[in-house]
């Protein structure tokens, strides 16, 4: 039931735009997404409820596309900050325990 | 507002011995979670309880780990005997309303290396 984050890792300059993919095999009913930092604790960026709604944190977006059970984060014009592992925590429809994805690493360099 | 506090931050025990770790969630927080995290993976969901009583234990592995939240506030997990595969980092979480749809607000951690 884990979901299947990609890529694994990737590399950016400042100013530059990535995507995160997640990937279910069963019926999603909301995806959560958290940053974690080298050391501390993951930290909630938001979550996206089934019905396909997008969301925004700062430059910092995310889909969930339901007919695919994917969901994608988008990092716009990336910032040193962005620099941290970042989890999709995904809820099964009718099971409601919050899975997370092995991660994926974003370097942000100057 | 205060967040998630866990102690210890770190332990290092040897292979069979008991180790027990604390988590005091946000003020108001109904849902409080354990999750292990092991090296380069995600969180694992260890166990949930909403007030004092468990929501989901299912991957908690019963033989040797067990949980408690006295009143509804501070919650104990406990690892006895501990073996080496018990390494890695274990994260406490709250959140409050409604089970499914809150963050989650995650604690520091605690550290934990079985040698």
């Known amino acids: 039931q884990q979901p299947v984050q990609s890529p694994q890792a990737v590399i950016l300059r400042e100013g530059e735009d990535a995507v995160i993919n997640c990937s279910s095999s069963?019926?999603?009913?909301?995806v959560h997404w958290y940053r974690q930092k080298h050391g501390e604790a993951p930290v909630f960026l938001m979550i996206?409820?089934?019905?396909?709604e997008q969301k925004g944190h700062d430059k910092i977006s995310a889909s969930f596309n339901e007919k695919k059970q994917q969901s994608s984060l988008y990092l716009t014009a990336s910032q040193l900050s962005y620099s941290g592992t970042y989890f999709c925590g995904t809820e099964i429809a009718n099971d409601y325990k919050l899975s997370f994805g092995a991660g994926t690493t974003v370097t942000v360099r100057a | 507002e205060a967040g998630v506090a866990q102690s210890p931050r770190y332990k290092i025990i040897e292979k069979r011995q008991s180790v027990a770790f604390w988590c005091n969630p946000i003020?108001?927080?109904?849902?409080l979670y354990w999750y292990q995290q092991i090296l380069g993976q995600g969180p694992k969901l260890l166990i949930q309880f909403q007030n004092n009583g468990v929501v989901d234990d299912s991957q908690l592995p019963k033989d040797r780990f067990s949980a408690e939240r006295l009143k509804g506030v501070d919650s104990t997990l406990k690892i006895q005997p501990a073996k080496l595969e018990d390494s890695a980092v274990y994260l406490c979480?709250?959140?409050?309303?409604?089970?499914?749809?809150?963050?989650?607000?995650f604690g520091p951690g605690t550290r934990l290396t079985v040698l």
């Open positions: 069963k019926a999603l009913y909301s």
């Open positions: 979480a709250s959140s409050s309303g409604q089970i499914y749809y809150n963050e989650q607000f």
């Open positions: 996206l409820l089934k019905g396909g």
């Open positions: 003020s108001g927080h109904a849902t």
